[in-house]
Structures are given as C-alpha cells and as structure tokens.
C-alpha cells in the first residue's frame, strides 16, 4: 500500500538543476509570498539551503501542483486559502502560546493520521489506474470511488478540520481537542441551528465547499443502488420516515472528491509551512517521526550526493532500498555519501512496521551494500572520525555483486 508515486521526479530535477540553486530560488520566492509567517523558514533557506528541512522541497511541489488540477480563477483562492489557515494558526500560537504547546502533541498525532490515510488514498488510486478497465465492472469503479468519497471526509478532512475549529473553539468554549477530534463530520463543516460548536461554514467559510452529505453516506444506505448503464448512483435522502429518492452521476461523484481533495490538500500545505516556521521550538515534544517523513527526508538529502531514491522493499527482517546513481561509480569511496547517512537508515528502520534486523543499499541495480543495524547502533553511541572510518571500513569490505 506504500507505493505512491511521487509528486517530485527527483532524476529529472536533477538533470534540470544540477545543485538545486534554481529549486532553492523557486521556493524562496513561494515563502516570499507568505510573509510574515514564513520569516524563519525563508532565513533558514537562505542560509543553509535544504540541509536541515529538505522535505520542503516535495512541499513546494505539492503546492504547484495545486495550480496545476485547478481553474485558473481559482489560483487565488488557493493563495488565500492557505494564507488563512497560516494567519488563523499564527495568532492563536502567539496569542494563547501556553494552550497550543499543551496541545501540541495531540495536534501532530491528528494532523499524522490524516496525512497517512492521503499516502493510502493516493496508493488506492493508483492502483485503480493500473488496472485493465476493461476487465473491471463499471460498478465496482463507481463503489470505488464511492469508497474513495467518504475516505477523503472522514479520513482526511475531518481529521485536518480538527485543530482549526479548536482554534476556533479555544477561547470562548475551551474544548478539548480531544473531544472536537470525536465529534462527526457534520458537526465540524455544517452550521447546525441550536449547536453552539464553531464551524467551518459560518466561522471560517475559505474552506467551505458545499457538498453532498447525502451522497458521502450513500454506500452505508441498505436500499442505494449503481446503474452501470446510466453511470449513476441513486439513493435515499433526507427524513427516514418521508425519504427522498436522489440520483447522482459518476461525474458528480468525481467533482465532489476533487472539491474535498483540494481543500485537504491545501490544509495539508498550509499545516506544513507552519510546522517548518517553527520546527526549532518544537523539537522537545515533537514525537517520533513516521516511516513516510523519514523516507521523504532521506530522499531528499542524498539529492545533493546524486543518489537518487527510487523505491524499497522488505522481507524477513531486510529492509532494502534502492538507489541510482546518475554519474559513473569509479571507486568505492563513491559510497562514502550514502554511509555517511546511516544513522537516518537506523531511524527510518525504528519507524518501518515490521522488525528490521539488516539494511540494505541497493546502487544502479548492480551492487549490495548490507549493515547490520546493530553495527550503526553501535556506531552511534560512539561516533567519532576513528569509530566512522572502521565503520565505513567494515561496510565497504562486504560489497557484493547484486544479483
């Protein structure tokens, strides 16, 4: 399920921008364009370039990618969107900082979940778009997508909603995040008349997109059906007792999941420019970062070796990780860069979710690097020039023809 393909085709950048100095510009400009909330991001760029937050690269690509699956009359509304949710998030961290440092954890384990259910929606949906259409029932593409719809609410928006209506919330009802987290959908996007709950559609309406609730819980409903022939879905809605026979089309269907998707995903954006604004100050109770942020940071450091991460696999305890190298291997010392990131296999390791026991790298389909993780364990607790140069030493002598 972890096989997405990724928005940033990172040998192509490189042969388009050999040290990244283009790429560095570009993202400097979109931080640029948000001030003031990105001032200690945008110094961090200008000053040491991608070395301590290279994710923000796939970042900065996501958001192009935004202008790209959009109309053109709302390119602003995606800038105005995300400036929102950066300006909402910002007051209430310098307004109420001892309340969202309390809360911070809780934020991060929402905002993680949501962000791991989007990996596995974008992995369902590519899957989908391998498959022989013409060995699949229309129906099943339409239950699919169905499934798909009422993920993108309940999987990812409604947990994304979560700490905006606790800002929201925070200083006149003083909820716990906790129990916003558990409230339905519904409760969190809709005004509902005699609820005091804040909302999204009349206390922060950038983000409301009107969409068909009724349609989002159609699959749950004992007495909906799919025609294939006409490609639409009908279903009942409204009152139990005095129902109301609706049809919906698979274009409407799909209109709705873009429209949800979008707003997600520029949620998803602007939560991520704000995590880096503030990275330093969150390093004491940050919590361990999942495979998916390691695997994407790691990627993204080696780029400035020219190792290109392209993919992993695991079996029995091996964790393997595939490499190209896009200039000439003359010599083993040419590995030295990707030994030197080893205490970051040791990390991405800790977070995969089996028992990884052996790591192993991969290079131009051609050569096996294996490590035990007991010899980079070890090198951590002790590393020193001497203790790195007998580590490289150990590892390099164990290089094998990859078969």
């Known amino acids: 399920m972890r096989d997405v393909k990724t928005i940033v085709d990172l040998s192509e ?52 990618r935004e202008f790209n699956v959009v109309q053109v009359e709302k390119h602003r509304l995606i800038k105005d969107r995300i400036r929102a949710v950066l300006e909402l998030l910002t007051r209430f961290y310098e307004g109420n900082y001892s309340a969202y440092i309390e809360n911070y954890e809780s934020i991060l384990v929402i905002k993680s979940s949501a962000f791991r259910n989007m990996l596995y929606m974008s992995s369902k949906a590519q899957s989908l778009n391998k498959i022989d259409r013409e060995q699949i029932r229309k129906q ?13 609410i309940e999987g990812v928006l409604n947990k994304l909603l979560s700490p905006i209506i606790f800002v929201l919330e925070c200083e006149t009802l003083n909820t ?22 804040k909302n999204i559609e009349s206390d922060f309406s950038i983000l409301f997109e009107n969409t068909n609730t009724a349609l989002r819980n159609a699959e749950a409903h004992f007495d909906y059906s799919i025609d294939e022939k006409s490609e639409t879905v009908t279903y009942k809605s409204g009152n139990r007792n005095s129902p109301t026979i609706v049809q919906s089309s698979f274009d409407e269907l799909k209109h709705e999941i873009n429209v949800l998707s979008q707003v997600s995903r520029q949620i998803g954006i602007a939560y991520e420019m704000f995590w880096y604004e503030h990275a330093d100050e ?24 020219h190792f290109i991460l ?21 010599t083993t010392s040419d590995l030295i860069p990707l030994l030197r990131q080893c205490i970051n296999y040791l990390s991405l390791c800790e977070n995969y979710e089996e028992e990884v026991n052996t790591i192993e790298l991969v290079v131009n389909k051609s050569i096996s690097i294996q490590m035990e993780l007991q010899l980079i364990r070890e090198l951590k607790v002790d590393i020193t020039k001497e203790s790195f140069e007998s580590f490289v030493n150990t590892v390099l002598g164990n290089i094998k023809k990859y078969i």
Do not use: C
């Open 310 to 330: 392209q993919g992993f696999d695991y079996s029995q305890g091996s964790l393997a990780l595939y490499f190209d190298y896009n200039e000439e291997l003359e």
């Open 13 to 64: 950048l490189l042969k388009a921008d050999k040290n990244l100095e283009l790429t560095k510009k570009q993202i400097i400009n979109w931080l640029e364009d948000y001030l003031p909330y990105t001032k200690n991001i945008l110094n961090e760029i200008n000053e040491n370039g991608f070395t301590n937050y290279p994710s923000i690269i796939d970042e900065f690509f996501k958001y192009l």
């Open 282 to 305: 969150f390093d004491d109770i940050f919590p361990a970062a999942n495979y998916d942020q390691e695997y994407i940071a790691l990627r993204q450091v080696l780029l400035k070796s």
């Open 140 to 152: 099943d593409i339409i239950m699919f997508h169905l499934t798909i719809y009422k993920d993108t």
């Open 176 to 197: 716990s995040i906790e129990l916003i987290e558990s409230r339905y959908f519904s409760e969190k996007y809709f005004n509902r008349r005699n609820r005091n709950y």
